[in-house]
């Protein structure tokens, strides 16, 4: 069976990367792609890396246009996707890239986006533990999908073994991410002009303001026995000049009686027979180079004795397994697909 499929936000960069692992998908037919101001131009002279898809042209984002597509997937500023989906009720399966399905709190939607709350989706991670297995169950079937915020997913994979395990302690967590440009979106704003990034790492939303940090605490929550007010995490994103790509560097106290050998079976169990999350052997830690183009979460994990801590570095491209790579698996998954697909494990050097 081939899909039809409709992507909305097609000229930014997170439609653009969903365009291009499905133009290798053999069971999708993109036939419609969607922008705002950019409607009525070819695609390609807003995507010119995607030759595959030069015939295409962009139309309005409108529910009309969207509709009757197997597929639709919505790569939308937060807080615009809500007026598209609750006009796509029929939509056989909707995938949104965006915010505003992901959080389950009215209250934290509101502390930290604000407007209209719209009803949580099942989250896009498969491989996130939960108190019930893995999140690839609840996507098994699914209709409606939140695809992760990239940072969000990126820290909760690295720490939820180990919350899961109880070999941490989720009250203190400490997050530094060295981001690409690419994560903020295709909007022209100053402060991401390459005269403003190059030779010079700066940090944003720093102190706790970062609105990804609501769904970080959901995700640990759902995997133990934690209520997300009880898990505290310090999350500081630092801009770095690399177009693409995170590097998380996480940190969190060692539960009392923890050895060295179960702190690390708890990351070993969790992703020995995962695909795209790999535990690296001990003493190796990954760089945002070797998972560029992949749907690869790569990450290193060190048990720091003297400060009484786990430490866990990952790398993701934040396009891919941070965006439209988690959006393509799960809808694999939803669908009944093959759930690697389309979707690589190799990166992409020098």
């Known amino acids: 069976m081939t899909y039809s499929v409709a992507v909305s936000g097609a000229s930014g960069y997170a439609g653009g990367e969903i365009l291009r692992l499905l133009a290798a998908h053999p069971d999708i037919e993109i036939r419609t792609v969607t922008a705002h101001s950019n409607a009525g131009q070819p695609l390609i002279e807003h995507q010119p890396h995607l030759r595959s898809l030069a015939h295409l042209t962009l139309h309005d984002t409108t529910p009309e246009i969207l509709a ?25 399966l909707i995938i949104d890239a965006g915010a505003d399905h ?62 899961a395990a109880g070999v941490i302690d989720p009250s203190d967590i400490v997050s530094v991410l060295a981001v690409g440009p690419s994560g903020a979106g295709k909007s022209l704003k100053t402060n991401l002009l390459g005269s403003e990034i190059l ?61 060295d050998a179960q702190i690390r079976d708890a990351w070993q169990n969790a992703y020995a027979d995962e695909t795209f999350v790999q535990l690296l052997p001990e003493g190796h830690f990954p760089r945002t180079a070797d998972v560029l183009g992949a749907n690869t979460a790569l990450m290193g994990l060190a048990v720091d004795r003297a400060a009484n801590r786990v430490t866990v570095v990952t790398a993701v491209d934040n396009l891919v397994k941070g965006t439209a790579g988690a959006a393509v698996q799960s809808m694999n998954i939803a669908l009944g697909l093959p759930e690697g697909r389309a979707l690589t494990v190799n990166g992409v050097a020098p």
């Open 68 to 92: 009757g597509h197997d597929v639709v997937f919505l790569a939308l500023p937060h807080g615009q996707s809500g007026q598209y989906t609750d006009a796509l009720a029929d939509a056989p």
């Open 102 to 163: 992901r959080l389950t709190s009215r209250d934290a939607w509101d502390a930290f986006y604000g407007g209209a709350f719209h009803e949580p989706w099942v989250y896009g991670v498969p491989e996130l533990l939960t108190t019930a297995g893995k999140q690839r169950e609840n996507l098994q079937g699914a209709t409606r999908i939140a695809a992760p915020g990239c940072n969000a997913s990126t820290v909760s994979l690295s720490l939820v073994p180990g919350v």
């Open 199 to 259: 030779g010079t790492a700066n940090p944003y939303a720093v102190g706790g303001t970062h609105r990804h940090i609501p769904e970080i605490r959901q995700a640990l929550a759902a995997a133990s026995s934690h209520a997300p007010d009880d898990i505290r995490i310090s999350f500081t994103p630092v801009i770095v000049p690399m177009a693409r790509g995170i590097l998380a560097t996480s940190t969190a106290p060692i539960a009392a009686g923890a050895t």
